[in-house]
């Protein structure tokens, strides 16, 4: 199974480990993935995102972090998150990023559904034979894209093929990250 279908490695909103759950596991091998929605920033820095499973709910940030760069539509990347459930009618579970861990948060450029998508992709294909992603040709010399140094073309023209055409320049930064940040 890709771990991109695994709910214990990512997990949706009510599959992430309360903070007052005394069997949590207390190492991070689980990451939530969620779509950025709105930037509520007052006077921590807060976004809305949206989990893979439709559920909006509030990130909080407990360093004094620069939201610049977390855009709409995009997606955030946060190893070990738990939710915090909080008592009393009305008020919504929220996920607190704690003192310290602000910076292992990571922001993916594309949507949750293509990160998703390509996480699936990139894990079936890794480590298998060479293929070109425009023709399909699958013998003789291959040259990756310098961008993801996932992709494999077959030639130059496949290479412009591909990027344009076959739209890789969409799928080649989320590719990159994914791959920086391969758990
Ligand atoms: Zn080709
Ligand atoms: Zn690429």
């Given at each position: 199974?890709?771990?991109?279908?695994?709910?214990?490695?990512?997990?949706?909103?009510y599959?992430?480990?309360?903070?007052?759950?005394?069997?949590?596991?207390?190492?991070?091998?689980?990451?939530?993935?969620?779509?950025?929605?709105?930037?509520?920033?007052?006077?921590?820095?807060?976004?809305?995102?949206?989990?893979?499973?439709?559920?909006?709910?509030?990130l909080?940030?407990?360093?004094?972090?620069?939201?610049?760069?977390?855009?709409?539509?995009?997606?955030?990347?946060?190893p070990?998150?738990?939710?915090?459930?909080?008592?009393?009618?009305?008020?919504?579970?929220?996920?607190?990023?704690p003192?310290?861990?602000?910076?292992?948060?990571?922001?993916?450029?594309?949507?949750?559904?293509?990160?998703?998508?390509?996480?699936?992709v990139?894990?079936?294909?890794?480590?298998?034979?060479?293929?070109?992603?425009?023709?399909?040709?699958?013998?003789?010399?291959?040259m990756k894209?310098?961008?993801?140094?996932?992709?494999?073309?077959?030639?130059?023209?496949?290479q412009?093929?591909?990027?344009?055409?076959?739209?890789?320049?969409?799928?080649?930064?989320?590719?990159?990250?994914?791959?920086?940040?391969?758990?």
């Amino acid at each position: 199974m890709s771990r991109f279908t695994n709910p214990s490695v990512f997990p949706s909103f009510y599959e992430l480990p309360s903070t007052s759950d005394p069997s949590a596991p207390s190492d991070k091998t689980w990451y939530l993935l969620a779509q950025i929605k709105e930037n509520m920033t007052i006077t921590k820095p807060t976004l809305i995102v949206t989990d893979r499973k439709g559920v909006d709910f509030a990130l909080l940030f407990e360093d004094s972090i620069s939201l610049k760069g977390f855009r709409k539509g995009h997606v955030i990347f946060v190893p070990g998150a738990r939710r915090t459930d909080r008592e009393g009618e009305g008020k919504k579970a929220v996920v607190h990023v704690p003192v310290g861990q602000g910076a292992d948060v990571k922001v993916i450029p594309g949507s949750l559904e293509r990160v998703f998508e390509l996480g699936v992709v990139l894990e079936g294909q890794e480590g298998m034979s060479q293929r070109c992603a425009a023709c399909g040709k699958m013998e003789g010399a291959f040259m990756k894209c310098t961008g993801c140094s996932f992709t494999a073309y077959c030639g130059k023209d496949c290479q412009v093929k591909g990027w344009g055409e076959m739209d890789h320049k969409s799928n080649c930064k989320v590719l990159k990250v994914l791959r920086d940040i391969s758990v």
